[in-house]
């Protein structure tokens, strides 16, 4: 059975830090690039950030570059979201998602082949 299993989210202050983690399972991890993405209250699912297969290229949206940070542990089926200095829009359900093969940006929400429930950032004002 495939799974993706994120966790780390939680309350947190403006200014503050989260990682994320998301933990694979069920299928071969490094046939995947993986990806964030977030869903605020009342918005659309937004691609984040994406890591290729073996972790050589990674992707970014504008609103988190600098910020955020993605990476990977193959040996670990794991792949980790640091997300540094947030912002109360930063606040949204974060998903972790499997795409196979190469990637040359952020994939489209519609693109992914598998994905995990979600874990919940708030981050207050």
């Known amino acids: 059975e495939v799974q993706l299993v994120e966790s780390g989210g939680g309350l947190v202050q403006a200014g503050g830090s989260l990682r994320l983690s998301c933990a694979a399972s069920?299928?071969?991890?490094?046939?995947?690039?993986i990806g964030w993405f977030r869903q605020a209250p009342g918005k659309e699912r937004e691609g984040v950030s994406c890591?290729?297969?073996?972790?050589?290229?990674?992707y970014y949206a504008d609103s988190v570059k600098g910020r955020f940070t993605i990476s990977r542990d193959n040996a670990k089926n794991t792949v980790y979201l640091q997300m540094n200095s947030l912002k109360p829009e930063d606040t949204a359900l974060y998903y972790c998602?499997?795409?196979?093969?190469?990637?040359?940006?952020?994939?489209?929400?519609?693109?992914?082949?598998?994905w995990g429930k979600g874990t919940l950032v708030t981050v207050s004002s």
């Open positions: 998602a499997a795409i196979k093969g190469r990637v040359f940006g952020l994939p489209g929400t519609y693109a992914m082949d598998y």
């Open positions: 069920g299928f071969t991890f490094d046939d995947y690039a």
């Open positions: 890591i290729s297969r073996r972790g050589v290229r990674t």
